[in-house]
Each structure stands twice: as structure tokens, then as C-alpha cells.
């Protein structure tokens, strides 16, 4: 009989601790007032949703599935229907530009006799609220990840997008403290008219008011990879003397490629708005120094959760969200990455199904 090595054996034996302990409880944010970010959450823990008694139907509106944040919440939503036994279907829009594809698609989920509840990932703050009006007539409508405007909403589950900028300004501003040269940053917010680049900018703005961090060009565009890279490369062409590079989580993962064909990849430095896979691989080398996580599978899970308590008549917090973290090198040891990156295997399911009771 083979002896196992006493390491291999006293990490199994904390394997089996950890599993039989359960998942560490997770903090997450609560608003009292639901909607309104000017007021600050409450700290809460994160019990997840009981079972579904029947097999609801829910119907997602996502804005793009093109990247991989996107792609986390599609599977937190999918993961979570499987646990709780409902349905879900898929929807998106193929880009924040694209409001009236997203209209139409809304309210194909919202007369279909078979949706129960819609969650929407809108493309636009006020662009749908008609549509949402009439929708939540028949079923209701729940907000998940992007700022929205409140009316028609029955829940909501996001995180301050102020908050994100925020923390991503008050990064450079640490690494730069008191007075002294200006460090001149170039700032990509992300696709002008999006619900949530307003505020992500508004946050950045704020945050490096009065400090040495300047603003020396902004670009905006869609979070496209081949756009973001065309918008990196024409800013260095036209400000070659940029410290920084700072904005959406495709920004940066272009970035790295473009400051490392121009030989800038030792100068130039990058930080991130939000975290995916190639922000977190780009953090892990040190090509990308920080990014604020909001934790975008746990949001799907949250958005899903949320739905079925509400369709099942439970108690239901109107607006709760994870609890944002900045995420540096040194971070990357006391996160928990499972609520912030889909598995490296996972591709976009645009339909779940439960199996037949």
C-alpha cells in the first residue's frame, strides 16, 4: 500500500476541512433606499436564495456577451438557475450602441407567456424606460450591473459605478501623493451614452481633483477590444508624454500589447475600471497594476436569487450588490477570484433548462 506524502496529505485534510466547513460567508452591500447611490449601503451577509417550489421562467437582457465580465454574469446567472431549478434564456444586444435592438428584445421577453421575470443589463439609464413601464405590468423587471433609471424596477441588484471610478482615481492618487510635477494620465471611460459611464467618469473625476494625477486626453468608445486597442494606440500617438493608462477592463487588456510593441510597457503604467480574466492574468505579471472588482459572477447569482424570491413571495432586499474591492498584486491572495471570473472552460449559454422533475 502506497503512503500519500505528508504534504500532499495535510493539504487533503484542509481540502476536506474547507469543504465540510462550507464557502466562507461573503459580505455584500445593502441600500436602504434602493437606487440611490448618494446614500452609503450597509454591510449584510450573503445567504443565497432557497430552491424554487416551481419551474419559473426568467429571461436576461444583457447588453453584449463580447467580453469576458459579461460573460461571468451569464454564468453566475446560469450556475445559480441550475442550483435553484429554473429556467433561463438569453438575450443581447451586441453593443451599447445598439438601444433599439435591445428595446426590441426587451419587450419580445416581456409578452412572451412563458417568462415569468425579466433581469435586464441595460444599455442605456433611461432609454428603455417606456418599455420597461409596460413590461412590469404583466411580469416583474429587475435590474442587474448597470446604472438604471428606478421606475418600472422591482429589484435591483449593481454596485456604485462612482464607487468603481472612485477607487481607480484614488489608486494613482496614493502612488502620487502631495504636491509636486503633474503625472499626466490618458482616461478611457468607456462608450459615451452606456449606463454606467457617466458615473465611473464622474467617480475618476472626483477622485483626482486637487491631486497631481491630469487628465491629458479622454477617449471614448465601445468595449470592443479592437476598438479600445485603435483608441490606446491613436492617444500615444498624440500624447506620447501619458504616465497612465486608465479605464474599461478592454482598454487595458489591449493596452498591454500596444505599450509592449512600442517598448513603453516599463513606463507606461495601466489600471483597469473593472476586472475580468485578462485583467486578473495582466495584475498576476505585472502588466496591469490595479482594478476595482464589483464581482460580476456573484452579481449574476445575486440577479437570479433575487428573481426567484421575488416570484416565490420571500422577503426580498430591493437593492443589494457585492462589496467592491480593489484588486492589486499583493490583493490577488484574500480574494475570492470564484465570484469575480466564470471557469476558463465556460462559453456563453444563451439557454438553461431544468431537467424534468
Known sequence: MRRIPVVIASALLALAGAVAAGPAPREITRWEAPYDYSQAGIAASYVPARPATRRWTLCAAFPHIKDAYWLGVNYGMVDEARRLGVALRLVEA??????????????????????????????SFDGLTDVIGEIAQRVPVLATVNDIAGEGIAAKVGVSWHEMGRLAGEYLVRRHPGRGEEVPVAWFPGPQGAGWVPFVDRGFREAIAGSRIAIRATAWGDTAKSIQRNLVQGTLDEHPAVRYLVGNALMAEAAISVLRERGLHERVGIVATYFTPAVYRGILRGRILAAPSDAPVLQGRLSVGQAVDLLEGRKVARHVGPRVQVVDRAALKRIDLDDSLAPSTFLPQFRYEPAAQ
Open 94 to 123: 451586441g453593443g451599447y450602441p445598439n438601444l433599439q435592438l435591445q428595446r426590441e428584445q426587451l419587450k419580445a421577453c416581456g409578452s412572451d407567456p412563458q417568462v415569468d421575470a425579466v433581469i435586464l443589463g441595460t444599455v
